[in-house]
């Protein structure tokens, strides 16, 4: 794992922008796994600053991570929306090339082989962004999910749909399902960049990167993956060991 540890937020998701816009340049048709929730928005405001500068997507495939079940792609809380409204609508994107779960599939278990095979007839997913839930989630790979897990059907946790609250009316309101690519299907990314911003993070932060590989903190199965690199706040770095030694290395990559 490369771990940048970045004085703010802001500055982590503009690197992990140039990490991705860098990517599409030299690649045009780069498959790119993709994330919901607050933590990529900025990136996500980068990724479309470079579309107006003249960065061409109209080539790249897209991917997300997960999906509401029993949500339709309609929905104002559908990932689907919030992936319209937070990026696709924004970037010269081919809308075919853009792929989220159904959350209204009947046969959820063809949907998600599906879509699994999807994935594989595009080449793989070349960079997969994610972020990390405060129980330790990549996806919707809960605590207890296996390191080998694929694209499923996954019963979200208490804390989990607490978090997402916000989002919603009332808490009665969050699914408690969602349909999520494995742990294994996330490990087959060509890259994976993670980014982990704000307190409420530092604790999974430092079971994910410091700890032992555990089904029970599920980011930590990216230490397995040969070329992750995780992009950290000072808020979400708080409780990390070697946390000088991941500020110098962020304050002297090569160029
Ligand atoms: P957040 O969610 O970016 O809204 O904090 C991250 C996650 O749950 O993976």
Redesign the pocket.
Known sequence: MDIILCPTAEEASLRAAALITNAVRARPATVLGL??????LRLYQALIQACRDGLDFSRVRTFNLDEYYGVAPDHPQSYRRFMNEHLFDHLNLNPANTRVPDGLARDVAAHCAAYEAEMRAAGGVDIQV?????DG????NEPGSSLASRTRLVALTPQ?VS??ARFFATVDEVPRHAISMGIGTILEAKRCVM?C??A??AKAVRAALEGGISQFTPASALQMHPDTTVFLDEAAAADLQLKEYYRWSAANQPA
Do not use: R
């Open positions: 994330a919901t929730g607050s933590t990529p994610l972020g990390i839930g405060s989630h990549i996806g919707f989990t978090d997402n980014l911003f704000g409420n993070k």
